[in-house]
């Protein structure tokens, strides 16, 4: 089978196209590395800043890849900003895929018209990136992504994508939630691909010092919930400054991430989600516990009844403190939720198992 990815969300494309490659077939990854993250792909659509010429630039580098992105079995966006342009801007080229290829699927991997509708306008969620219980999450950046995906050109982009494609790929179970109500009968949640060739696995021992990781995206730190975590976490370190140590690092290549990660017992990530990110599988695959989101929704799709290696926290400063003095204060678990961890990540997240999944939907749909 002939497969084009366009676009990228955490190496998630990458690493499903290494999965479809041990599988025997061609694959195609065209993406940006996304600035300093220096993802990976075979055909690059960079656009290195959001200015006008480099817009300009990545338009062009669009236009001239264009005639290799036909005849393919299959088609897969991550988003209705698959590309670095605006997404209205974008749709001719959906368009154009649709017409020279045989299928196209769309990813539900990230902030979109159907998870922020959920979000704002339903009770699916007891919280999210955009809602608290009743309370709604007033900042700048909440209120451009909200404008932009309920109302602007993501908005009408993201619905005829979605109605014209031939499914629906859902990572977690909140985007899985988000479109299931809307397309039943094409929407699929298939896990986050990890390529655990390129993890070293170490169950972790009762630490002396307890190592905690995190690791913050400077524009959207407010989002995934680094900007609460991370003053709790400092306030039990300075407690228990004997027993725990911080590692905190800021935009770094997602290389060097995972080098940085390979000493660290505990990572934090991920306050408002309910499902472990990329970045928490990839640190649970090492062997490092992660607190973060794992709410029962996560292990009920999976159907996982036994094992439980997440530290879930709610979007709370107490709650978050109440679980990290926990940990802290019983070393002692350390071993089994990383042994716990490396398990759930080996049994859902292998990439070869996913591209087989992948691949059934694909031709079911």
């Known amino acids: 089978m002939r497969i084009l990815l366009i676009g990228e969300c955490s190496n998630l494309h990458w690493n499903l196209a290494e999965g479809l490659r041990i599988l025997g077939h061609e694959v195609c990854v065209a993406a940006s590395d996304n600035g300093w993250r220096k993802y990976s792909y075979d055909i690059s659509l960079n656009r290195p800043t959001?200015?006008?010429?480099?817009?300009l630039g990545c338009i062009?580098?669009?236009l001239y890849h264009l005639p290799k992105f036909r005849r393919y079995d299959v088609v897969q966006i991550t988003h209705p900003y698959f590309l670095r342009i605006r997404s209205e801007r974008a749709l001719p080229v959906y368009q154009y895929l649709r017409r020279h290829n045989e299928k196209v699927f769309l990813g539900a991997f990230?902030?979109?018209?159907?998870?922020?509708?959920?979000?704002?306008?339903?009770?699916?969620f007891r919280y999210s990136d955009f809602k608290i219980r009743d309370q709604y999450r007033d900042t700048l950046d909440n209120r451009t992504e909200i404008q932009e995906c309920l109302h602007g050109g993501t908005a009408q982009a993201n619905q005829i994508i979605a109605k014209s494609c031939n499914g629906i790929i859902a990572c977690l179970w909140e985007y899985y939630a988000s479109y299931q109500p809307y397309f039943s009968d094409k929407t699929a949640f298939i896990p986050l691909p990890i390529d655990l060739r390129e993890v070293t696995s170490r169950v972790r021992g009762v630490p002396e010092k307890l190592n905690f990781f995190i690791g913050i995206q400077s524009?959207?730190?407010n989002l995934k919930g680094t900007d609460v975590m991370l003053p709790v976490l400092q306030e039990v370190q300075r407690k228990y400054s004997e027993l725990c140590r911080i590692t905190e690092v800021h935009d770094v290549p997602y290389a060097r991430y995972q080098q940085l990660m390979d000493d660290a017992d505990v990572q934090l990530d991920q306050l408002y989600s309910y499902t472990p990110s990329m970045n928490s599988l990839l640190a649970m695959a090492k062997g490092v516990t992660v607190v973060g989101g794992g709410e029962p929704e996560n292990y009920e799709i999976l159907n996982e009844t036994e094992l439980r290696p997440i530290i879930n926290v709610l979007p709370d400063e107490q709650d978050i403190?109440?679980?990290l003095e926990d940990i802290v204060l019983h070393k002692e678990r350390i071993p089994e939720l990383s042994a716990q961890s490396i398990e759930y990540v080996a049994k859902y997240h292998d990439h070869v198992k996913v591209a087989r999944q992948y691949l059934d939907f694909w031709e079911k749909h």
């Open 110 to 124: 990230g902030t979109d018209y159907y998870y922020v509708k959920a979000c704002m306008e339903t009770n699916t």
């Open 219 to 221: 524009a959207r730190s």
């Open 50 to 55: 959001n200015s006008f010429m480099d817009g």
């Open 60 to 62: 062009c580098r669009i």
């Open 321 to 323: 403190y109440q679980k």
